[in-house]
């Protein structure tokens, strides 16, 4: 089950695959609407880098020429803006979190301390020991807990003070009494570390009321060595009420027991920073129309850019729509200009929906393959090694070319390579310079890969476009100024770089397109010349008459072809497989037939739909096993409109003179369309010619050579050669490149005497060897019976 599922899913997705490929290859949307959203998404994609007015500069450079302004806008001051950020962001108080019960948990942790050690002790004395004497473990033991409840480091002779008093309330009153107005005042760790400007002010948060209370300064806040000082002070006024060593003790415990009641709250110090940050407004100045900005010679500064920058963002701003719809109408026009007039120089060119759909996506690939070299200039030119201008002569723009070109032709490569680059230098620095490199790199792509029959040709291809690409670049660089430069080096070598990538890209594009379009590229058609492709071996087999014929008619349209500069190898391929449809009823026609005419049984009429039907079947089989749309083309086009008239000149015996007027021609001829290229004209020729040529009794040069011109008269004056544009030169070329292969294959034999065995005579030469003459000479043979050249032409139709 799970495998049939997964056969059903394998299934499902190859035909939508197929849907879609059959979608674009019989793509019917109207040219002028592929056009029109063309030019709008490329228009919408780069109206944001439109033609600007404002050269930019960078620090340091010198201006070409005065700049003033034409508008009035405002500029960002940097200098001021920087200043008075950083004098807001100094004006945020600092923030400290006060925290109110710090002294009440040190009071009551000092009370508990004191009464358990109390306790503790009272139980180790009694009556007879009134000055607790004590033994030593247990003093040790109170002294461990005394120290880890109150946190300090007590040793044992002041524990021994305390003990000697008995741990008396008055001792502790004392401590708590020296640190209680240290903490009122208010504790921080250290006032330099924290807080360095003292100037500043301060916000006092209470984290048990969350109140806050603005504080002028620090000033009133005890640091921990500042709060030691204070209790040492207070204790100064207790010498003549406590004895000194118990006086000294107090004071050292109660400064052990201090700690930050006030703690500086950073996190949220830099919260209120940055959203200071954030709501400062940055500071302009106005530059008025008319005012000049840059005069020419003057060296730039900082300031000076950034007014330049801010006068191309007030041209660009409120003007998106504008320019969308200028950039639109630009390429609308470049484009329509540039295809009518290689249209007009070049009158063959036909586009249909799918050929301009097809162009509209690699030019758009183009678009987005240029597009990210439209912000080298917003990196920093720091970080790298090299040049980063350089790098713009390594985009690879030339692959529309050589697709363009390889799918469609030379003359609608060159259109292509003029859009692409226009698209190039207005996205590219809107340079001159980039539009003259990428135009001559585009005809040199478009003209290498013309003639292509092997993938190795579009690498040669490239490697070509990269020389051709290091030409440009130097003579550009000579032109100005800059040959003799580091950066000349690099544009060089990216430059050889580009052309490599865009052969190499081609390479891997070139099966999507001959897949996705249905277009039949002569590296295709170099593939399916290969004899052992499955079809033909099938031909060969069911059909071996068929097969002979189409080869024979192969090598007539191969030389035909190559006479009148028509694509030769389509012709032979197509010519391979223009009968291909003869393999489901090869038997009913003639070239296949062994024995007994199967068409001696049937009426004229179904003789005649059986041989029509051969070229819809031969158009099934061509697309079952994908041959291309040329092929299959010119496989529904190489019988064009003609009769069969064998057949019907037997329908008008059968019916006789009576019935005659009930009898359509139009049965009797093939449905067409007749041929529309000059290849699929020569197919036609070269069938008629090659099936005419076995017709011929005793065929010399002269019988062929009017056989040949009687079969191209009849097609021209039938007008089945009306719309494939082969001209009168062309069909005399056609004519005389038939008769030489035609006049090869019916080449005379000198006639080999018979052997020995058979009667021949011998005669000894004196050095013994044996000399051998023919039973009967030449001249004694009867000659063959002269018969009156009748064209007979029934197998034109079969």
Same mark, same amino acid.
């Given at each position: ?62 201006? %070409?020429? !005065?700049?003033? +302004?034409?508008?009035? $806008? &405002?500029?960002?001051?940097? #200098?001021?803006? =920087? ?128 109140? %806050?209370? !603005?504080?002028? +300064?620090?000033?009133? $806040? &005890?640091?921990?060595?500042? #709060?030691?000082? =204070? ?568």
């Amino acid at each position: 089950m799970e495998k049939r599922k997964n056969r059903d899913k394998i299934s499902s997705r190859i035909k939508k695959i197929l849907s879609v490929r059959k979608a674009l290859v019989h793509a019917s949307t109207p040219k002028w609407v592929i056009l029109i959203l063309l030019c709008l998404s490329i228009a919408f994609l780069v109206s944001h880098k439109t033609l600007t007015r404002v050269k930019q500069y960078g620090v340091g450079d010198v201006a %070409e020429s !005065n700049i003033k +302004a034409d508008v009035s $806008f &405002l500029v960002k001051d940097t #200098a001021s803006t =920087a200043e008075r950020l950083q004098q807001a962001r100094d004006a945020v108080p600092a923030v400290f979190d006060y925290d109110p019960v710090m002294f009440k948990k040190i009071s009551v942790k000092l009370h508990d301390t004191f009464e358990t050690t109390r306790k503790a002790l009272s139980q180790e004395s009694d009556a007879d020991n009134p000055e607790w004497e004590i033994p030593q473990e247990v003093v040790d033991q109170s002294l461990l807990e005394w120290n880890q409840n109150l946190g300090l480091d007590l040793d044992a002779e002041a524990f021994e003070i305390l003990r000697r008093g008995k741990f008396s309330e008055d001792v502790e009153n004392l401590i708590l009494f020296l640190i209680e107005p240290v903490f009122r005042q208010g504790v921080i760790a250290t006032k330099q570390d924290i807080y360095v400007d003292r100037g500043r002010d301060v916000i006092v948060r209470n984290i048990v009321t969350k109140e %806050e209370e !603005n504080v002028a +300064a620090l000033e009133g $806040f &005890l640091s921990l060595r500042q #709060a030691r000082h =204070a209790i040492e002070s207070r204790a100064a006024d207790f010498l003549r009420q406590y004895k000194y060593p118990s006086l000294m003790l107090s004071v050292r415990i109660a400064q052990d027991l201090l700690a930050p009641n006030l703690t500086l709250n950073k996190m949220e110090w830099d919260r209120r920073i940055d959203k200071a940050a954030e709501d400062f407004k940055p500071v302009y100045y106005k530059i008025q129309k008319h005012e000049m900005i840059v005069r020419e010679g003057e060296k730039l500064t900082q300031k000076r850019i950034d007014e330049l920058a801010a006068l191309a963002a007030k041209q660009r701003e409120g003007q998106a729509w504008i320019r969308f719809f200028g950039l639109s109408l630009l390429l609308g026009m470049l484009v329509y200009v540039v295809s009518e007039s290689i249209g007009q120089m070049v009158p063959k060119i036909r586009l249909n929906s799918k050929d301009l759909l097809f162009l509209g996506i690699v030019i758009f690939v183009v678009f987005l393959v240029v597009l990210p070299a439209g912000y080298v200039g917003s990196f920093d030119p720091d970080l790298f090694i090299f040049p980063l201008t350089s790098t713009l002569y390594s985009t690879p723009l030339t692959l529309g070319s050589m697709l363009a070109s390889i799918f469609l032709g030379v003359p609608v490569a060159i259109m292509v390579s003029v859009v692409v680059a226009f698209i190039a230098a207005l996205v590219i620095q809107n340079s001159i310079h980039f539009f003259v490199y990428f135009l001559v790199g585009g005809f040199v792509a478009a003209i290498s890969v013309q003639d292509c029959r092997d993938r190795s040709v579009l690498l040669k291809a490239g490697l070509l476009v990269g020389m051709s690409n290091i030409f440009l670049v130097v003579a550009l660089n000579m032109v100005t100024d800059s040959l003799f430069t580091q950066a000349a080096i690099y544009d060089v070598s990216f430059a050889l770089l580009g052309g490599v990538i865009a052969g190499i890209i081609v390479t891997g594009l070139t099966p999507l397109g001959e897949m996705a379009f249905g277009y039949t590229t002569n590296i295709k058609l170099l593939e399916l010349a290969n004899l052992d492709s499955p079809i033909l071996k099938q031909l060969m087999i069911v059909a071996p008459g068929t097969y002979h014929h189409s080869l024979i008619a192969g090598t007539l349209v191969e030389a035909a072809g190559r006479a009148i500069g028509a694509n030769s190898l389509l012709c032979k391929v197509a010519a391979y497989y223009h009968d291909l449809g003869k393999i489901k009823k090869a038997d009913y026609f003639i070239e296949n037939q062994t024995g007994k005419n199967r068409h001696e049984k049937l009426a004229p009429s179904m003789s005649a739909l059986i041989l029509i039907s051969h070229v819809k079947e031969g158009v099934e089989l061509a697309r079952k096993n994908r041959l291309g749309n040329a092929i299959i083309d010119i496989i529904q086009q190489h019988h064009g409109t003609t009769i069969i008239s064998y057949f019907y000149q037997k329908a008008k015996e059968l019916k006789g003179q009576q019935d005659q007027g009930s009898l359509s021609e139009a049965d009797f001829r093939y449905p067409g369309p007749k041929p529309q290229t000059k290849e699929a004209g020569l197919v036609l020729l070269a069938d008629v010619a090659e099936a005419a040529s076995h017709t011929l009794q005793n065929p010399n040069p002269a019988r062929v050579q009017g056989m040949v011109q009687k079969i191209i008269n009849k097609a021209f004056s039938d007008g089945q050669l009306d719309q494939c544009e082969l001209t009168l030169k062309d069909l005399h070329e056609v004519a005389k490149s038939f008769n030489q292969i035609l006049n090869g294959i019916f080449h005379q034999r000198i006639e080999y005497p018979e052997s020995v065995e058979k009667g021949a005579a011998q005669t000894k030469i004196k050095d013994g060897s044996i000399s051998r003459q023919p039973a009967t000479s030449a001249r004694d043979r009867q000659a063959e019976p002269q018969v009156q050249d009748q064209e007979n032409l029934k197998r034109l139709g079969l």
